[in-house]
């Protein structure tokens, strides 16, 4: 189950089971440069705010060394998907890819 929230820092939700007893929170980014450690900072309050233990940020770029550390520091897991992680079940499962040498 997915809804979307808005945005108050939460882009929107995925119950991990049927019960809605695990959520997690999603925060969406498409920008034109790297996300620095201020957008997670953001991201990780609005998490508190909700008292939720787990989190995505989603970007289609990247992320800047700094804001990776952050994200691994934090007590409430965050987890960081960029471009190529992002792109990778794709690749794996061969949709919509072609590959070239």
């Not at 440069?33 to 939720?52: C, D, H, T």
């Not at 700094?66 to 690749?91: F, G, M």
């Amino acid at each position: 189950m997915y809804a979307v929230c808005g945005d108050s820092g939460i882009d929107g939700n995925i119950n991990e089971d049927k019960l809605g007893l695990d959520i997690i929170y999603i925060q969406a980014k498409r920008w034109d440069n790297v996300v620095g450690r201020p957008e997670i900072q953001k991201f990780a309050g609005a998490l508190l705010g909700r008292k939720a233990k787990k989190g995505i940020c989603i970007t289609t770029l990247g992320y800047t060394q700094e804001t990776l550390d952050y994200a691994q520091s934090l007590e409430n897991k965050v987890v960081l998907i960029d471009k190529v992680r992002l792109a990778q079940p794709r690749i794996e499962h061969n949709l919509d890819v072609t590959i070239t040498r």
